[in-house]
T-cell receptor, first 117, second 118 residues
Framework: DTGVSQDPRHKITKRGQNVTFRCDPI?????LYWYRQTLGQGPEFLTY????????KSRLLSDRFSAERPKGSFSTLEIQRTEQGDSAMYLC???????????????FGPGTRLTVL | AQKITQTQPGMFVQEKEAVTLDCTYD???????LFWYKQPSSGEMIFLIY??????QNATEGRYSLNFQKARKSANLVISASQLGDSAMYFC???????????????FGTGTLLAVQP
């Protein structure tokens, strides 16, 4: 399977705990995105990497959130001191080097569903 | 600010019939991209079809076609010959163009839940 993979698929944690999610993009894709999706809503952009550089962060990404892509391959998203409002589906997507048009299509992973009790 | 509007929270369609899912968008940028994704109950977002703002013809991908009306700022998805497996949430999305360095982040609508009835 050469699609985007995410681990874990589900995570249940207690309020105040730290959690970390991993995303492995499609191997030839150099762009990687994180989105958050709450119930009944479309995904909302969190952050974006081009290779190992984090080029943009949403205002949704509070200081409790941090994302890395150390070698320009896989990425991790960490949430510190989780709150109940962090409960959501966290989606990762990747796209190939920008060339305009449909070549910038983002392909999504299966997501990590986080539940904070 | 760029915005995507999907006004149909839910739709029913009979198997083998065609269905149109509405999407309108708002942007002041002349260059943009429009996407449709399908999200089954399992959660993954599946890319269906893409339309560029400068494309002269409506995009088609198998049973999916995009009815692109630029002047009306609409990009409706048409699914022909609906199948039971088409039952899912459908999201319209727009790619933002940042002239300082395109990030290509997507802005999504709230989705339409399609139920295909046998």
């Amino acid at each position: 399977d050469t699609g985007v993979s995410q681990d874990p698929r589900h995570k249940i944690t207690k309020r105040g705990q730290n959690v970390t999610f991993r995303c492995d993009p499609i191997s030839e894709h150099n762009r990687l995105y994180w989105y958050r999706q709450t119930l009944g809503q479309g995904p909302e952009f969190l952050t974006y990497f081009q290779n190992e550089a984090q080029l943009e962060k949403s205002r949704l990404l509070s200081d409790r959130f941090s994302a890395e892509r150390p070698k320009g391959s896989f990425s991790t998203l960490e949430i510190q001191r989780t709150e109940q409002g962090d409960s959501a589906m966290y989606l990762c997507a990747s796209s190939p080097r920008g060339g305009g048009g449909g070549t910038d299509t983002q392909y999504f992973g299966p997501g990590t569903r986080l539940t904070v009790l | 600010a760029q915005k995507i509007t999907q006004t149909q929270p839910g739709m029913f369609v009979q198997e083998k019939e065609a269905v149109t899912l509405d999407c309108t968008y708002d942007t002041s940028d002349p260059s943009y991209g429009l996407f449709w994704y399908k999200q089954p109950s399992s959660g993954e977002m599946i890319f269906l079809i893409y339309q560029g703002s400068y494309d002269q013809q409506n995009a088609t991908e198998g049973r999916y076609s995009l009815n692109f009306q630029k002047a009306r700022k609409s990009a409706n998805l048409v699914i022909s010959a609906s199948q039971l497996g088409d039952s899912a949430m459908y999201f319209c999305a727009m790619r933002e163009v940042n002239y300082g360095g395109a990030t290509n982040k997507l802005i999504f609508g709230t989705g339409t839940l399609l139920a295909v009835q046998p």
